[in-house]
């Protein structure tokens, strides 16, 4: 998922009768995850409306060693099938926080919820990734539409972090520390909405309405940067664009177009 060379994050593929099990969506996530290049669509200026693939979202990017965490309130939105699609499909997005990816190429510290719907039934996953190590689900943190969800991505080092995903609607927590001999560059922050690859071809979109993140900053050793500081990310494929990104002091708003 980098910008120009992005790291692939995989997707978990079509389930026929339900959704996929824990252990499905690692294996396919894992399985998938080829660090194929997606190259940008197109850049129009240094500080807004970078086009892509798969991404769309808040990006600050600085020099290595800058960014020691990551901090995002969201609401998990109501999904819907996109209008002209068949209502019997399965549809999924992603939405996280993270460090690194845009311009870091060795590794990606990264936390959020898988989105689904399916025959009018969504579900949403917390999972986290220290990319290019494999997702983490916490199958035991429940997420309903509508339940805001605070999340945190720390390193503490270049190869060891935290994470923390807090349900605020019912009241659960859970937190991880973790490990990897990937090295983070500390140089981008990320609030992003995504399309997941699965093999060569993204998933079907869902229509995930909007996704605001709230309280939305990244903090160096020594201060806190706001997310206007960077820029925005939006979503095109196949010469549509797909999603429109606005950014705040505190707040980054990606909406589904």
């Known amino acids: ?11 978990l593929a079509v389930s026929a009768l339900a959704f996929p099990s824990s252990r499905e969506r690692f294996e396919r996530r894992a399985a998938t995850r080829n660090g194929k290049p997606r190259p940008l669509l197109s850049h129009s200026n240094a500080t807004h409306d970078t086009y892509d693939e798969t991404w769309a979202g808040g990006i600050i990017s600085s020099n290595a060693g800058t960014y020691k965490s990551v901090v995002g309130t ?23 926080v ?19 719907i399916k025959d009018g039934s969504a579900s949403y996953y917390p999972w986290y990734e220290w990319y290019p190590a494999g997702s983490v689900y916490y199958d035991d943190l429940t997420v309903s539409e509508g339940d805001s969800l605070t999340v945190n991505v720390t390193a503490t080092s270049t190869t060891t972090g935290t994470v923390t995903i807090k349900n605020n609607s019912n009241g659960q927590s859970k937190s991880s520390t973790v490990s990897y001999n990937y090295p983070l560059c500390e140089q981008d922050a990320e609030w992003i909405v995504e399309d997941f690859y699965y093999g ?41 664009i797909l999603s429109s990104t606005t950014l705040g002091s505190s707040t980054v708003t990606i909406k589904y177009v």
């Open 200 to 240: 060569d071809s993204t998933v079907h979109l869902v229509d995930w309405n909007t996704v605001a993140f709230t309280d939305a900053v990244a903090k160096t050793s020594s201060k806190s940067v706001a997310p206007t500081s960077g820029y925005t990310y939006d979503l095109e494929q196949s010469g549509k």
């Open 1 to 11: 998922m980098f910008v120009g060379t992005l790291f692939v994050q995989a997707l």
């Open 74 to 96: 969201f609401t998990a939105p109501p999904l819907s099938v996109p209008p002209g699609s068949s209502s019997s499909g399965e549809y999924a997005t992603s939405a996280w």
């Open 98 to 116: 993270g460090i690194d990816g845009a311009t870091c190429q060795t590794a990606i510290w990264q936390a959020g919820i898988d989105m689904y």
